[in-house]
């Protein structure tokens, strides 16, 4: 006999659930997945492989044994997209050992910590990104080029088109940038340099691009913040490329490294970021204004995943100053 529950009004029904949303996203994740599999070949299986399997298994580990809860939490999606969304943040040829690390700092310090999903502060898989990127930094800025499909941990690496334009502004020569692929490879898999193409996720821009259409058609999540950062972070290269040619074109700035993957999939995190629409565009300004500023004048070549752990940490700033409307009642001033 189920139990009658009464509640005021206004109730509204609805399909949308946690499940849905997670599993929505692992599906709009998979024409990236399946593109680094062409170009990464078993480095790219091994890693988000072993990521997934570890992160779900910390998941249930310390739900169980450390925070004695007896319901499971690994079947809502949470944990596969974390270790999804962490190992496509990291490089093919990163040894299994590394990857663990950091999906125990992923879901174990990131997540499980602060009680769980939806009491996190920070996204979780750019924690235990940030953290291996730290513990070891060589492995981490080790980047296969692409084409090696059965070479693993011993895959010739190379210069990224981010380190190339790194190298630009350091030297304050524009002719280095003539070395970087241009637009149109970039958006298809930027391989062409004859280098590293980078993480795992962010190798080809058209694919991430399609999996930011199927959430906005599936109502995952909405325009606000992955526009309002590539918006920001066009206008700003293209300002900072008319000033001086050493800094890339625009067009080279969104296409390259993790901005697609970071602005469409790691952003739009429901728990981190912003809830009101308001909030959520100057949450993604100040991502995209942060990774420029990173990337042209910080110590890394790549600054988006620094870009959104700080705005994480704005977050609830945000929510407290750009409430919605309130109906009904008569504010005193």
Known sequence: MKQLIVSLSPHAHGNDSVERNMYGVIIALIPALLVSFVYFGIGSIVVCL?????????EWFIAKYVMGRQTCSILDGSAALTGLLLGMNLPSNLPIWIVIIGALFAIGVAKMTFGGLGNNIFNPALVGRCVLLVAFPAQMTSWPQPGQLWQYTDAITGATPLSVMKQAIQTGDAAVLDQLPDAFHLLLGNHSIGGGAGTIGEICGLALLLGLAFMLWRRIITWHIPVSIIATVFLFSTVMHIINPIYADPTTVILSGGLLLGAIFMATDYVTS?????????????????????????????????????????TPLINNYMKPKRFGEEIKK
Do not use: D
């Open 274 to 314: 912003p809830m009101t629409a308001r909030g959520q565009l100057v949450y993604g300004v100040c991502i995209g204004l942060l990774t420029i500023v990173i990337r042209n004048w910080g110590s890394y070549p790549e600054g988006m995943s620094f870009a959104i752990l700080i705005m994480n940490a704005f």
């Open 50 to 58: 072993s990521s997934v399997i570890a992160c779900v298994f910390f």
